[in-house]
């Protein structure tokens, strides 16, 4: 039997650990694996090539993905869907691994509604965001990446008597943020899942300053859209010299962590055993400390929800 994997939309340390583990288990278990370059795009354009193990030998270590990744809009119409079937059909592909978000498990759902092949969503996005599931791939090595960039940033506005307003990625999901905050010890976190209470935090601050405070490290999530209102707050009501830092593509960088390198193996070898087993049309998901399936039908029209106790421990940053 033959198997290939592809990545989808954006890249996230943990993709090449996980496509490590897909060759290696592969073979162990009989099956033919393949790569198809590009995601969707390459799947259309038929870059699809078999996967050897000297393709893999030294990528653990790397971030990104060594097989490339892609959004793509021609994937949305019939005819390049049906394309990108015969392609498959051309190697004798039965079973496709993606891994992607919300987009690409969407984009999956929809091709396996109308092809006869078997498909396994692998959660791989930096934003958190997939439903039910409390980890994906990539998160872990971003908050770190995030984290250093932040402990940076306090020396020097400390040093310098400045706020920083640090702005994360995350699209409509607060995650990175508010975890990147609350790990931090920031003064100020921003994101779209909570209310900020501007006059009570200014309350706050100012009798802080007045104590002798003499900087600030403020997150704010791209969600929300208000960065540069809460860098004129800042030196508006707090009268202090302000400067603005988007991270931006910096977290989708680094290293894989230990724990990353970990879960990629878990969720490739739960995937590849139940492509084995049964045909599927499923993403995998860990929540509880366990792996799960859940259908691609219930995952794609649901949006997953910031965990209240997250929430709650940034009263003191938002009112």
């Not at 870059?47 to 030294?58: F, L, S």
Request: hydrophobic share 40%.
């Amino acid at each position: 039997m033959s198997i290939a994997i592809m990545c989808s939309g954006g890249d996230s340390c943990g993709m090449n650990p996980a496509i490590k583990s897909f060759v290696d288990y592969s073979y162990e278990k009989g099956l033919q694996p393949y790569f198809i370059y590009e995601g969707f795009e390459g799947l259309i354009d038929n870059k699809i090539k078999k996967a050897k193990h000297k393709d893999v030998a030294g990528i653990l270590h790397l971030g990104g993905t060594i097989i490339k990744t892609s959004r793509s809009k021609r994937f949305y119409e019939k005819e390049f869907r049906q394309k990108a079937f015969d392609n498959l059909k051309k190697y004798d592909i039965t079973k496709l691994i993606v891994l992607g978000g919300n987009g690409s498990f969407n984009a999956l759902k929809i091709f396996s509604q109308e092809f006869d092949i078997s498909v396994i969503g692998i959660p791989a996005t930096i934003d958190n965001d997939i439903y039910e599931s409390s980890y994906t791939l990539g998160v872990d090595t971003a908050l770190n990446v995030i984290i250093n960039a932040l402990d940076d940033i306090r020396n020097t506005s400390s040093s310098s008597k400045r706020a920083f307003v640090v702005e994360t990625m995350g699209r409509d999901f607060g995650y990175l943020a508010a975890v990147s905050a609350i790990t931090s010890g920031a003064e100020i976190c921003l994101i779209p899942e909570a209310k900020i209470n501007y006059e009570s935090l200014e309350k706050k601050l100012k009798k802080e300053i007045k104590e002798g405070r003499d900087y600030i490290l403020a997150i704010v999530s791209e969600g929300t859209k208000q960065t540069d209102k809460l860098v004129l707050w800042i030196q508006t009501n707090l009268k202090m010299q302000t400067r603005k830092i988007v991270l931006g593509h910096l977290q989708r960088g680094g290293n894989p962590s230990v724990f990353e390198r970990r879960m990629a193996n878990e969720f490739v070898i739960y995937s590849i055993d139940k492509l084995i087993k049964e045909k599927t049309k499923s993403a995998i998901i860990y929540k509880n400390c366990k792996f799960k399936f859940i259908d691609l039908e219930t995952i794609s029209n649901k949006k997953q929800v910031l965990n209240k106790k997250i929430i709650k421990q940034l009263k003191n940053m938002i009112k």
